[in-house]
């Protein structure tokens, strides 16, 4: 029913459609390595929506978490963060 560039298209969309992604994103590009506690802090928005947006991300493959510590730290997936951009730009362009 869908093309693949259709479902590609609307999953992209889909990580940009809320501004506490947006926001965790633009941390995430800023600087490399982020607990999860501290961007709560960081952006001043409740832990439970952070993580869900985290949870968001991480599904799409645009961030990825590892343990450090003790804690689960969280940043880019480079290379897909890359693709995404490039994704976007290509089709509306």
Request: aromatic share 8%; net charge negative.
């Amino acid at each position: 029913m869908f093309t693949e560039n259709q479902i590609k298209l609307a999953a992209a969309a889909s990580a940009m459609a809320h501004p506490i992604k947006v926001a965790i994103l633009e941390c995430l590009t800023a600087s490399d390595d982020w607990q999860e506690s501290c961007l709560a802090d960081h952006l001043k928005l409740p832990k439970e929506a952070v993580q869900k947006g985290i949870q968001e991300l991480r599904a799409l493959g645009l961030i990825e978490g590892n343990i450090s510590e003790d804690r689960m730290r969280y940043r880019l997936n480079k290379e897909n963060w890359q693709e995404f951009k490039d994704y976007i730009r290509s089709n509306f362009d």
